[in-house]
């Protein structure tokens, strides 16, 4: 027997511990928030308010999001369809106006005599019309569930406009960075075809001064036939990047004109990356919430089917005018007659030729292959996220080395210019280390890039990007 003090030391203890694991978790939440938060400060439209625009604007006004809105408005449309088999219809008809009736006998004989038939003609007048109503009653639950997979099919059209976005935000980065990238390529290759300019004119002069032979030109001239079509490439592609890029976002040239020439360095992200890692709660993709809502809607649509060869009950009220004769007699008087109607009605499909256990195979068929999807894209998705962050964090130790090779470059240009300030480099030394350190600079911004676009897919695969979000971390 446990005493009661011991009891109580027990369940102090226990209570202490729970206190210790939750607390532990709210702060193990704190910080991966945390790390969340520092990542998504380092987006790229976070440091490029042209960038931020752009993406404000094109997430509202680009033509593909504004077809899935389209696709959404149709959507909640045919969900008013599914709905309206399960409320009354009223229905009616008239026809107001008259008949002209004439009847011709003929001649007829009685007693050997030839009796010509009198001819009688009539005009009737009246207002015919029906007017009725229809409720289902009972249809076990068919009708209702119509609806339902209406509802399903909204809701997939309404997160595929979040996807629409989450895609475009993710194209629309890398576009704008390529574009600047592309940029900075063509002023080098502009900047590279001046220089091979001037020194093919520098080589033409000291031929011409006899100070060099002719055939020394061929060096210079070769360069020039090289550098040329290098730099028309370069144009012709950053004119096709700017042109994809105002026909995917939907905006004008003016917008790309606030996009400046790079990224600016990363701050420390060692630790939010490896907290990145580690996190294993992330939000469902879309494919995942898509697969689940049509299992649904085909586990629906498969009752559906079942109920195909049930009886379906409802009730029929009307009200009918018309014309009626007394004993089927077409030549007697004819009386308007209002009939008041109020029926129970029962439609029962006895059998269709096996019709109904067709489409119920099919249904159930199409389940089970959307069940091994939805499977087989859990299992694949918490691989991929979890690679995409190693992918991340590679991409990132290349880019600290790419940095480091930047600095070196910025140090070698100022040595380099400090020893032709002392007589002891030419002129030539400064311009090639310029030139080396601009070659560097262009790599540094398209590792930059890199890493910018891939954090922000990883983020966007997590549900974490704010340009889609509205800017908070959930």
Known sequence: MIPFRLKRIRRRALVVAMIGIAAAGTARTATDADAISRLQDALPERSLPGL??????????????????????????????????????????????????????????????????????RVLTAVLFNVGFYQPVFHWGALAKNYQIGKLRQAISGRNIAETRRLLALDIRRRCLDLMLARNGLQIARRNLDRAGETYAQMEQLIADGTQAAAALDGPSRDLDILRPEARRQEVEYAMLRDSLLRLAGVTEADLESLPEGLPPFGQ???????????RSVAPSNTLAELKDQIEAERLNYEIQKTRLWPKFGLNLSVTQENRAPDNNVLGPKSLITS??????????????????????????????????????????????????????????????????????????????????????????????????????????????AFASALAACLSSRGRDPAVNGGGNS
Do not use: C
């Not at 219809?89 to 009796?115: C, F, H, K, S």
């Not at 992200?269 to 996190?279: R, S």
């Not at 029962?346 to 256990?357: A, G, H, I, L, P």
């Open 52 to 121: 931020d625009a752009l993406l404000r604007k094109a997430l509202v006004s680009a033509p593909e999001v504004v077809m899935r809105e389209w696709a959404l408005a149709e959507a909640e449309a045919n969900t008013l369809v599914a709905r309206a088999p399960m409320l009354p219809r009223l229905e009616t008809w008239v026809n107001a106006g008259a008949t002209y009736e004439q009847r011709r006998d003929g001649a007829y004989e009685i007693n050997g005599q030839t009796i010509q038939a009198n001819d009688r003609d």
């Open 269 to 279: 992200l060692d630790d939010a990356l490896a907290m990145l890692v580690n996190t």
């Open 340 to 449: 008041w109607n109020a029926f129970g009605t029962m439609n029962w499909r006895v059998f269709d030729s096996q019709e109904t256990k067709g489409l119920q195979l099919a249904s159930l068929n199409r389940l089970r292959a959307l069940e091994v999807r939805r499977a087989q894209a859990e299992k694949q998705e918490g691989g991929e996220r979890e690679t995409e962050a190693l992918r991340l964090q590679l991409q990132w130790e290349r880019l600290k080395n790419t940095e480091r090779d930047l600095a070196r470059a910025q140090a070698g240009l100022e040595l380099t210019g400090q020893d032709f300030a002392n007589g002891w480099a030419p002129a030539r030394a400064v311009e090639d280390a310029r030139v080396h350190l601009a070659n560097v600079l262009q790599q540094t911004h398209a590792e930059r890039a």
